[in-house]
């Protein structure tokens, strides 16, 4: 499944420096606006220690973890909604994408100039938010001048598109996000059809320096910054994008010292990718075998033939059933005769629903 999370902020608040971290790539990250003016896509494994259990179980010739795409975007400035700097190209590529990830400046140093010229995480935050917001409103205004008319006449499906755009054209009014209201499932046949981008999922990363990476809550721009999105309930991950690209660049063992040394347990990466991959409401099961051992990427309600499908349209198409057992189930046996045995594996039908750590084995027809 190609889900891209694209990666946002102002210029110099260290984007490129954790795309950098996050892809273990170099694109440019210099001190300047509009320094990344072309989005640089980068694919990341999800971290899964479930996988690496099954992998010691079966000892495969291959494991393959399931993985996540991040585009780092050109940086933004006040009045992008208008066009100004690249705001055109940065409206458009994060319209490519199925999340935001909202990189906020919450470290202080004299020789990385910010672009407002102060640190100020809420006003930076605003500054993103409103933009993304004005480039809605206008959406939604024009739309609304070409179907306002027809909508008058009795013309049914006019009326009812018109009802779903008026309801957000207040709330962007009221300056908040689309997603911040709720629809019916035949409202949101119009509301994808826009593809807002205030509609889009977001996650806010606090990019501070090293010596408050242990202890977060000790860095008075992080405290603002999380108070300030409570509001509308999205999540804020720490991150010393710095440290994150020093730490990119080292072996497992090496990554390990470094990361006791500076007390922490995770790094702020594994943590971005994992909260991100939950954002979007994403779910991992399992194929596992003497050849490979493999975590595959399905969204939550998936049945068990969509999830074949994943694997292979074939396996969808000619879909018996699934054999099936819990990860959870495997480590508490440890083998899949015991699992028999216990009659912990399961023969799962077509309308079967897959739940996150599903062990398969698909039977199909075709």
Sequence with gaps: ???TAGIVGLPNVGKSTLFNAITNAQVEAANYPFATIDPNVGVVEVPDHRLDDLAK????????????E???IAGLVKGASRGEGLGNKFLANIRETNAIVEVVRCFRDKDITHVDGSVDPVRDVETINLELIFADLETVEKRIGKIEKKAQ???????EELDVLKRIKDVLEDNKPVRSLDFS??????VRQYNFLTAKPIIYVANMGEED?????TNPFYNQLVEYTKKEGADVV???????EELAALDDEDKQVFMDDLGIKESGLDKLIKETYALLNLKTFFTVGPDECRAWTFTDGMTAPEMAGIIHTDFQRGFIRAETYSYDDLMKYGSETALKEAG??????KTYKGVDGDVMFFKFNV
């Design 344 to 349: 912990k594996i399961r023969q799962e039908g």
């Design 57 to 68: 179980l079966f000892n495969p010739k291959k494991t393959i973890y399931t993985t996540f």
């Design 238 to 244: 720490p991150i010393c994008a710095q440290i994150e």
């Design 1 to 3: 499944m190609a889900l």
């Design 70 to 72: 991040f585009t780092d």
């Design 213 to 217: 990476i242990e202890d977060p809550t």
């Design 185 to 190: 499932k035949e409202e949101m046949v119009w």
């Design 153 to 159: 006449s009795g013309d049914k499906e006019a009326k």
